[in-house]
């Protein structure tokens, strides 16, 4: 292995926001809901994932020994009472890395580490074109449960 995960800190935060704004504008391809703007990817870097680093939760980054990042997952906790329910908020990994074990590495480490907060639920989703997403999520046991409706105003 080339390359190391390690978990995101207050340091990460461009590079956090860099991830998560490739990881939306991938996913705005194939739905017109997403908001994918710079704007976008700082908030949700600044008011959830930054945070719930902080809290152990798995905010994750895969770097080439070198330093640069190659991917990202982001599963935080909801902050709701009762048991722990982690939202899968996607996994990226960079076009010239896939199909290498980035992202299942990345998975597993998040998993290892929602196992290890008490989390007792991993609720995420992935559009039913987008092949890669779709795949991966079954490759490591989630089970489909919902179909999303959306409707263009
Ligand atoms: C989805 C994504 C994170 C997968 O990362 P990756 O590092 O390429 O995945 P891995 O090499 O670890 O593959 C893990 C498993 O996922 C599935 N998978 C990954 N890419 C796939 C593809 N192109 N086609 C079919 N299955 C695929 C396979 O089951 C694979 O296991 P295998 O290699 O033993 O067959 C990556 O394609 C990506 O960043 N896509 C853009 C962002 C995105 O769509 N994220 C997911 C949102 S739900």
């Known amino acids: 292995m080339t390359w190391s995960l390690q ?9 956090l926001v860099d991830l998560y704004l490739a990881l939306l ?3 705005a391809e194939f739905d017109a809901a997403v908001t994918a703007t710079d704007a976008a990817a700082q908030w949700w870097v600044d008011h959830v994932f930054l945070p719930a680093a902080g809290r152990g939760e798995p905010v994750l980054i895969a770097r080439e020994p070198a330093g640069p990042a190659i991917g990202g997952i982001f599963w935080p906790v909801g ?3 009762g048991p722990k329910i982690a939202f899968g908020y996607g996994t990226y990994v960079v076009p010239g890395w896939r199909r290498k074990g980035v992202g299942a590495a990345l998975r597993e480490a998040a998993l ?3 196992k290890g907060i008490g ?7 992935a559009h039913l074109n987008n092949e890669p997403g779709r795949q991966s999520l079954l490759s490591f046991g989630m089970m489909p449960a919902a179909t999303l409706y959306y409707l263009k105003l």
Do not use: F, K, N
């Open 79 to 81: 902050p709701q009472p």
């Open 112 to 114: 290892l580490r929602l």
């Open 25 to 27: 504008m991938h996913l």
């Open 119 to 125: 989390a007792s639920l991993l609720v995420g989703c």
């Open 7 to 15: 978990p995101a800190t207050t340091e990460d935060r461009q590079t």
